[in-house]
C-alpha cells in the first residue's frame, strides 16, 4: 500500500498557474496508475485528471483539458498536476488518488476505482 500527500495549493489570481504535487510513499509508485480529482464547496468530487502507470496514457476530463496536464516522475516517486489559465471555476480541494495496475497502459475515471486517496490540498482562484 502507498500513502499520498499532496501539496501545492494556495490562492491564486484568475489567469494564473500552480502546479500541485502528490508525494507518493510506501511502494514504488510504478505500479500504479494514478489520478486527480476535485471536490467543489456544495458538490461532489469529480475526476479531472488520469495517467497511467508507464506515463505514456493521460486523459483529461473535457473542463480542462488543454489548461492541465498531469505528469509523474516514478523515480522521485512524485506526480504533478500542472495547472494554467486557472479561473474561479477551478476553485476546490484538489485529491491525488492511486490504483494497482497490471496494464502499463491502464488509465482509470471512476472514484470507486481507486485503493488510495491522498487529504487533499485547497486551490482558490480569485477573479
Known amino acids: 500500500q502507498v500513502q499520498l500527500v499532496e501539496s501545492g495549493g494556495g490562492l491564486v489570481e484568475a489567469g494564473g498557474s500552480l502546479r500541485l504535487s502528490c508525494a507518493v510513499s510506501g511502494r514504488t509508485l510504478s505500479s500504479y496508475a494514478m489520478g486527480w480529482f476535485r471536490q467543489a464547496p456544495g458538490k461532489e468530487r469529480v475526476f479531472i485528471a488520469a495517467?497511467?502507470?508507464?506515463?505514456?496514457?493521460?486523459s483529461y476530463a473535457d473542463s480542462v483539458k488543454g489548461r492541465f496536464t498531469i505528469s509523474r516522475d516514478n523515480a522521485k516517486k512524485t506526480v504533478f498536476l500542472q495547472m494554467n489559465g486557472l479561473n474561479t471555476e477551478d476553485t476546490a480541494e484538489y485529491y491525488c488518488?492511486?490504483?494497482?495496475?497490471?496494464?502499463?497502459?491502464?488509465?482509470?475515471?471512476?472514484?470507486?476505482?481507486?485503493?488510495?486517496w491522498g487529504q487533499g490540498t485547497q486551490v482558490t482562484v480569485s477573479s
Open positions: 488518488a492511486a490504483v494497482p495496475s497490471s496494464y502499463s497502459g491502464g488509465i482509470y475515471y471512476q472514484e470507486h476505482q481507486y485503493d488510495v
Open positions: 495517467i497511467s502507470r508507464s506515463g505514456v496514457t493521460t
